[in-house]
């Protein structure tokens, strides 16, 4: 095995192995129920899969165009139009991409020059920090507020500096299950209005939202999207995570920097699964499908806890459901989380892990995006604590 002969100066320092890895390795390693890293344990649809093969087979095999394949990019269009009123060009402003980690870190690359701040909410999906670094940019943190982790919109407007380039938004929110609302939304209209500030959206959750609530997309604020770039995942939507596909949006004078970037990125996206995906979204009804699924889980697996020494947390979205765990140990959330996977054979996630010092609150992250099965299992040992 050769090793590198010379000191190596690392461009990410303080970063090791994501939490998400490490938490399925000690889960596999134990034998333990996986409710760590947030992947459906149950299958995609038939048809998406029967879809999928149709297309590889008729020879939908050479690199597609740059942008993604035209059907997709005018489903999405046409998706976006029909749920939020918004209208996008389907050549200059829709942009197909290899998950939505690659769609936040190519708008980053491509928009955060050296020196830019970027403004980010704690509890932070672990990619956007280390996104920023890697371009120069520096990271600012806006804490969500404990408890409730809502945005503070008078913190928010102090952080603001004529360096501010980008603020990056997540809604319905990872790792807390929370949601923005309209009055968030109108908030930071208002606050960017007259700056140069580009948002970015992280929407991955987008059709996970609960009790009537609605998804506060930017594509909803004409304020935010003219200045957005707006990113859903194809993973999270139709079950799908390993296929790594997103699609992204922007006005086109930033599509157009995007592009530049993400040509050299990873130049275009697994061809079938493009065209798969844009003839499963002619299909009507699947959102609507998909929310009560979760929300059905999201209610067996509230309604097991609610008995536990578990305190849950409320859960407006997306599908984790964080808990405190005060009344079963003290311990700090780490080893609470891997004793948990070892001794009781249940992994999951401890929230510090999304705080740049590691705050620790108390607070585990449960997915519940498992077969009725699975949480039945999770559910039994876990209000046994
Ligand atoms: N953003 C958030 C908030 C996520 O939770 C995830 C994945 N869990 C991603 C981005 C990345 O999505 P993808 O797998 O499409 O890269
Ligand atoms: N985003 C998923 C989660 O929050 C995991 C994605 C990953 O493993 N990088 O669990």
């Given at each position: 095995m050769p090793t590198y002969p010379r000191p190596l100066s690392s461009r990410l320092p303080h970063v090791g192995t994501t939490i998400f890895t490490v938490m399925s390795a000690l889960a596999n390693e134990h034998g333990a129920i996986n409710l760590s890293q947030g992947f459906p344990d149950f299958d995609a649809p038939a048809d998406l899969l029967a879809l999928l093969n149709e297309h590889a087979r008729a020879g939908h095999n050479q690199y597609a165009p740059m942008t993604g394949v035209p059907a997709l990019r005018e489903a999405i269009a046409a998706k976006v139009a029909a749920l939020y009123g918004a209208q996008y060009d389907v050549d200059a402003e829709i942009t197909v991409t290899a998950g939505a980690t690659q769609a936040i870190f190519t708008a980053v690359a491509a928009l955060v020059h050296p020196g830019d701040e970027v403004i980010v909410f704690t509890p932070v999906y672990d990619s956007y920090g280390p996104s920023i670094e890697l371009q120069g940019g520096k990271v600012v943190y806006a804490d969500l507020t404990v408890p409730g982790y809502r945005p503070d919109w008078d913190a928010v407007a102090r952080l603001i500096t004529p360096r501010t380039r980008m603020i990056i938004i997540n809604s319905p929110h990872n790792p807390t299950g929370t949601i923005w609302t309209a009055e968030d939304m109108v908030r930071l209209e208002a606050l960017v209005r007259d700056t140069d500030i580009v948002i970015v959206s992280?929407?991955?959750?987008?059709?996970?939202?609960?009790?009537?609530?609605?998804?506060?997309?930017?594509?909803?604020y004409p304020g935010l999207a003219e200045r957005a770039v707006v990113v859903s995942s194809f993973g999270k939507t139709y079950h799908v995570t390993g296929w790594k596909i997103a699609y992204c949006l922007a006005p086109r004078e930033l599509m157009a920097e995007f592009r530049k970037a993400h040509q050299f990125i990873v130049f275009t996206v697994h061809a079938p699964s493009q065209y798969a995906l844009a003839a499963f979204m002619s299909k009507p009804g699947w959102y609507e499908q998909l929310k009560a699924l979760y929300q059905g889980k999201r209610d067996i697996f509230r309604q097991a806890l609610s008995g536990s020494r578990f305190e849950l947390l409320p859960c407006q979205g997306t599908y984790f459901q964080c808990v405190k765990y005060g009344a079963i140990s003290e311990e700090g959330d780490r080893a609470f989380v891997e004793r948990l996977t070892r001794e009781h054979g249940v992994a999951a996630i401890p929230v510090s892990a999304f705080y740049p010092n590691g705050d620790d609150h108390g607070v585990i992250r449960f997915c519940f995006a498992k077969s009725a099965t699975t949480l039945e299992k999770a559910l039994e040992r876990l209000i046994r604590l």
């Open positions: 992280d929407e991955v959750y987008e059709h996970m939202v609960y009790d009537q609530a609605r998804h506060e997309s930017v594509l909803r």
